[in-house]
């Protein structure tokens, strides 16, 4: 294939197979019927990671989306620190936040709170109702230029544009950048953070490739991207959320002050080799003795008589699932708090979703932690509720029972 940003020929390092819409939770999984391949290439013109195929975005992103951000009481913190951090100490009247991807409005809701005039963007009508139930100013709109022009029109152009976990969504990533450049005022910043590459290698957690994650980002991949578009990489800070990610801020070329984050990031990635192919073609072997170890370990437990079910439905967990053909025979049941999911099915592998209290009432003898990102806060959550003689089993950075 091309790059979806520079167009040169990519390589293919990752073939995961036929797969669901990751987030294609159904009461009725006789419906589930929709497959795309799932698999990775590598540009090695612009080092950027990105899927060889991607399922029509209105199939993922839609009026009955089941991700609240809000739900994660870790992240509702994390998002209100990025907004508040990147807000100049002082500011004017017509001052205006933008966040694309708004989701519930979990960030932009501290924005609001301050009484600053803020926009939040994001293409399903139910989270932006959310939103607004928030006291969150909010449209309903895929982000590209087109629709850069049209928010200027109705309100103005920003001054700061926040963005987590939103960005590796869009394909049009050139699009996408000329909407940046269009949107953001002459000295405005673009904020955004993304799960990183060097952790998605270093850990060799595979399941952050899923269909709504098109791209998985580095510093050598971002700079190249907003290069061509008039906009600059102007610092980079490591983050500890979604299991390693980086924020990136971006500006106008001709206003930019470069910190030196982005000069040791770059560095830094390069001695991993990051922009190297050998590294990835190297993942995708990983990826395979992953899947190996996590199904003989799921068996060996199973032919023990132990029961064996999952904690958290994440659109994650569709990739690890479906990658390495994991059904009910064994692990009979996913629990989940999100209310949208319980009573489903997980896509593809047809496994329950239960609620944790149920989970809890009759505890199985081992949980698989699909939601390892969030590893110290639900088995925080969990160790006063949870029976204690419930083993954790995690699948990144290894296949272990958690001791
Ligand atoms: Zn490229």
Not at 303 to 319: E, L, N, P, W
Not at 360 to 368: E, F, S, T, W
């Amino acid at each position: 294939m091309n790059c979806r940003s520079c167009f040169s020929e990519t390589v293919p390092i990752v073939d995961f197979g036929k797969m669901p819409i990751a987030n294609n939770f159904l009461k009725n999984p006789a419906l589930d019927t929709y497959r795309f391949n799932l698999a990775a290439e590598f540009c090695e013109t612009c080092s950027l990671l990105q899927l060889s195929e991607q399922p029509d975005p209105e199939l993922m992103f839609h009026d009955h989306y089941a991700f609240f951000t809000g739900l994660s009481t870790f992240m509702a913190k994390h998002f209100k620190e990025m907004a508040l951090t990147n807000l100049p100490l002082t500011y004017s009247q017509d001052f205006m936040v933008s966040e694309i991807g708004c989701n519930d409005g979990t960030l932009l809701s501290s924005i609001a709170d301050l009484g600053i005039r803020h926009l939040g963007i994001d293409p399903s009508q139910n989270v932006v109702e959310s939103a607004r139930s928030k006291g969150v100013t909010a449209e309903v709109a895929f982000f590209s230029e087109l629709t850069a022009r049209e928010m200027i029109k109705k309100y103005s152009q920003a001054d700061l544009i926040l963005a987590a976990n939103v960005i590796c969504h869009i394909p049009d990533i050139n699009d996408f950048a000329r909407g940046i450049k269009t949107f953001l005022k002459q000295d405005g910043k673009f904020v955004f953070e993304e799960p990183y590459i060097g952790s998605m290698i270093e850990k060799v957690s595979y399941d952050q490739l899923y269909d709504e994650h098109v791209f998985i980002f580095g510093a050598l991949s971002v700079q190249s991207i907003f290069n061509k578009h008039g906009l600059t990489l102007v610092a980079c800070e490591p983050q500890v959320t979604h299991g390693g990610s980086m924020r990136y801020t971006i500006m106008h070329k001709d206003a930019a002050v470069i910190s030196e984050s982005v000069g040791k990031i770059l560095l830094q990635e390069k001695e991993l080799g990051l922009d190297n192919i050998e590294t990835y073609l190297n993942f995708g072997e990983n990826c395979a003795i992953r899947k190996n170890e996590l199904v003989q370990l799921l068996k060996h437990l199973n032919q023990k008589g132990r029961k064996v079910a999952g904690y958290a439905a994440t659109s994650k967990s569709t990739t690890v699932l479906n990658f390495c053909n994991i059904d009910s025979s064994l692990i009979s049941y996913i629990s989940d708090s999100t209310k949208e999911k319980i009573g489903t099915f997980t896509p593809g592998s047809n496994i329950p979703v239960i609620s944790h209290e149920e989970m809890r009432l009759n505890p199985p003898d081992y949980l698989v932690l699909f939601a390892w990102n969030h590893e110290n806060e639900i088995l925080a959550k969990e160790s006063g509720v949870l029976d204690s003689n419930v083993k954790w089993i995690r699948f990144v950075p290894k296949v272990e029972i958690v001791q």
